[in-house]
């Protein structure tokens, strides 16, 4: 469904033709183009001006996550596996509305949750039970790891400054920041 931002007003009802939609963004390339994700590990490109589907990729396995920032060149796709962990696939953004070029896949061994990407796209922010692991988006390295004595369920990160916000099961949250990954 489409609302308007000026008075909520319902504008368009789309069906998508997918199962469950797990990602929405306008294309960082084209205003008129809405990027679609969704548990049947495909990726979709629609016109927004005739609601047109312009291209389908089917990824493989289910899309979790869609992560866009407008300061990177590239993409990036959540998967995860059904016993296996998560993959991150690079689509470069000057491909987007043909879903050409996939760039590379990064394989991370365990199942986690709540990715984040940086509003510089520098980083990849993302948890597994207790831990927050942070990714280089440029080399695809884990570069650093904080450990909490509770589960993870949050991840927030600041739009301008390298701080991040976690927050547990019972409620508690950590300010940390990123590079240093450590406790402010």
Same mark, same amino acid.
């Given at each position: 469904?489409v609302?308007?931002t000026?008075?909520?007003a319902?504008?368009?009802v ?10 929405l ?8 183009q809405l990027?679609?994700?969704?548990r049947?590990?495909t990726l979709s ?20 996550h869609l992560?866009?920032?407008?300061s990177?060149?590239h993409i990036?796709?959540?998967?995860r ?6 993959t991150?696939t690079t689509i ?5 509305a ?9 394989t991370?061994?365990?199942?986690c949750? &709540?990715f984040?990407?940086?509003s510089?796209? &520098? ?5 597994r039970?207790?831990r927050?692991?942070?990714?280089n ?12 004595d ?7 990160l600041?739009?301008t400054? &390298?701080?991040?916000?976690?927050a547990d099961?019972?409620?508690g949250?950590?300010y940390l920041?990123i590079g240093?990954?450590?406790?402010v």
């Amino acid at each position: 469904m489409v609302y308007s931002t000026r008075n909520a007003a319902l504008l368009h009802v789309q069906k998508l033709g997918c199962s469950e939609v797990t990602g929405l963004s306008p294309s960082p390339t084209n205003s008129q183009q809405l990027l679609v994700t969704s548990r049947d590990g495909t990726l979709s490109v629609w016109d927004m001006t005739d609601w047109t589907l312009m291209k389908r990729l089917t990824v493989g396995s289910s899309v979790s996550h869609l992560l866009i920032s407008r300061s990177t060149e590239h993409i990036f796709l959540v998967t995860r596996g059904t016993e296996s962990g998560n993959t991150i696939t690079t689509i470069q953004k000057h491909c987007a509305a043909t879903l050409s070029h996939i760039s590379n896949s990064l394989t991370i061994k365990k199942p986690c949750d &709540n990715f984040r990407i940086s509003s510089c796209g &520098n980083f990849i922010m993302f948890t597994r039970d207790t831990r927050v692991r942070v990714i280089n988006t440029s080399t695809c390295a884990t570069f650093t790891r904080f450990t909490h004595d509770m589960d993870l369920c949050a991840v927030a990160l600041h739009p301008t400054r &390298n701080l991040a916000a976690v927050a547990d099961v019972n409620g508690g949250f950590v300010y940390l920041t990123i590079g240093l990954l450590r406790v402010v």
